[in-house]
């Protein structure tokens, strides 16, 4: 679990502070930042940089993948004699993901895409602080990174891949679109969903579990009488929650589909477990039915029909991705799984998104 | 907060896993473990004991004292010399304390009481590892070890204090004396009443004690088809999460008078809490009724009088005790909290007591 997490609006004020006992002689801190703060010039200026820190913007259009933590890990590399004081992510999941591939990548030899699996990273990360600036993802709590590989889209799941250090400041998720709001919130609310109705379940994460599908619920259905404040700082401990969840135990149907969307259509985690979600009233009934009703109150336009154009091949790579998540549909059916998803109830369900 | 945890029926098994990795040559793993396992050769011997690995079996009849911590430490360092690889605390509240406080002062000078308050701890505690046996106080999780001293009862608060390693494993609260239970239980779900009516409280500890609170109505109050391996489960999570709410919050009205109770009396923490919070009807109403009923149902027999015999100057030292606990004052009340909170008003609750 991350050892250090400070949370509160402004606490990103504290960043120095907390930066300053992990300053190593002339190794820089850098800094991945979502590059749609890069003209937000408020923002970067509290931003304390000395020496040789290191500011990197780095676009979030696209799910980070392991050719992109092996090109950022070389430029550090090739730029700097000693290895970071430290790696510091602010974005989304997309920077958060890529911020903690890259610090376990600093002190691991080869490509990231040697260590997507379960617990093949030997040595302990650069020191890593993870910064969300939007809410839902669960990644600056969990102990995955989800790259996409030159083979697949898979985790590098390891006791070294969590933060050392998080700053849970709601102030920083103001100004994000609103599609985006409700596409990452969701991410959490089906994350719960999923974890709560699969076979793997446990107290731990019922109980994790249970707190952030209800945050999601007055968040997303039920109170109207919330601020834009009060919203925006339980949204973040939604997803805190949410993470912490599926971190002992795992998510289910919808994330399995999702990363087939991705992999081939390269669709973002958050909208491509709601086109998912949104088909799965067979397996998460209730759910499916609140989320629809979620979705409708607040005006959100679900994308339909993306997979109508798609190819044999592609809709074969879909399938295989998918069906290649063993422990997501064991979580979801248990082990007599493939008695149940099969390459052609797949195949239905993808050409109804 | 606590960097590594396992939960689950039987995973105690795992600790002899878990604790090679931090073994240094010649320096011993100590256990604490409360003396009611004394006698149970059946647990006792699935601790695993290697070279000069040494059992303490301490007695938790009496709340955890510096000068306790301060002879353990001594005696500990007059047989071994090498440092420790590790101290496992295994017990409730008070073994788990006396862990987090030996640890710390096995590498830092002087005395425990020295460093009773906040952020006084300047050096890394030696590795220590946390397994409740008995759930509620959240010991297991919290940044503090609450102490009686020489001239106060107070926490060592402070970085340091957290275990690096917790086991939760809801097998090991089998065979708990049924009040026990209860009394331990309620210190949880009093822990939450106060956070969540507190003035310090945010959407971090807000989301924490709610589950607590939730989980604690659902053992105590509301399920009767709960299992008992359910219940007790639950009851390990609601200790976590209430842990985790006070982490980043306060307690109040009823740890302040509970703590002059244990300074004067020695009334232990849990049955403390539940003399003092049957009191407190005009503070936290709806919830004292609830924990009435809960003392009902569960037909416990909460302490009277306790306070009739007191001399003048007992009472002076019980009621200055409490007035000193500023920061659970004005969690409850606000910077204003002397306005409402005077001797004579803490004299009148005491007598009812």
């Keep these: 679990m ?19 006992s992990h300053k190593k002689d002339k190794a820089p801190f850098i800094y991945l930042i979502d590059d ?3 003209t937000n010039t408020e923002f970067i200026d509290k931003i304390n940089l000395r020496f040789n820190d290191k500011l990197i913007f780095v676009s979030a259009a696209e799910e980070p993948k392991t050719s992109q933590v092996d090109e950022l890990v070389k430029d550090i590399r090739s730029e700097f004699t000693n290895l970071p004081s430290g790696i ?20 691991n030899k080869g490509s990231a895409a040697d260590y997507q699996g379960w617990d093949l990273v030997k040595k302990k ?41 998080v700053i849970l400041d709601p102030e920083l998720t103001q100004g994000v679109p609103k599609n985006q709001w409700f596409y990452t919130g969701m991410d959490c609310f089906i994350h719960c969903v999923e974890s709560l109705n699969g076979t793997f379940l446990n107290a731990f994460s019922q109980s994790y579990g249970e707190k952030a599908y209800d945050l999601c619920m007055e968040i997303f259905l039920k109170e109207d009488s919330l601020s834009d404040a009060e919203s925006r700082a339980k949204l973040m401990m939604a997803s805190w929650h949410g993470g912490m969840s599926i971190a002992y135990s795992q998510v289910g149907v ?28 067979e397996y998460y009934g209730e759910d499916v039915v609140l989320f629809k009703k979620m979705v409708e109150k607040h005006g959100i336009e679900i994308p339909q029909g993306v997979c109508a154009n798609l190819t044999d091949e592609q809709m074969e790579i879909m399938i295989n991705v998918a069906m290649g998540m063993v422990p997501l549909w064991e979580n979801a059916f248990g082990e007599e799984w493939q008695s149940i998803v099969t390459p052609e109830k797949l195949k239905e369900l993808y050409l109804k998104m």
Excluded at 2 to 20: A, N, R, Y
Excluded at 153 to 162: H, M, V
């Design 2 to 20: 991350v050892p250090k997490v400070v949370f509160g609006e402004g606490c990103f004020d504290q960043l120095t502070t907390i930066l300053s």
């Design 36 to 38: 749609v703060f890069e």
């Design 88 to 107: 510091i992510g602010i974005g989304g999941g997309t920077l958060l993901d890529l911020a903690k591939a890259v610090s376990i990548m600093l002190t």
């Design 125 to 165: 990360a650069v020191y890593h602080v993870g910064i969300p600036t939007i809410s839902g993802t669960g990644a600056e709590v969990s102990r995955t990174t989800v790259l996409t590989g030159p083979v697949r889209k898979l985790g590098i799941n390891s006791d070294f891949t969590p933060f050392d250090q």
């Design 254 to 281: 919808a994330h399995a589909m999702s990363y087939g969307l991705g992999y081939v259509l390269g669709t973002k985690h958050g909208i491509g477990n709601c086109i998912v979600f949104n088909q799965l009233e």
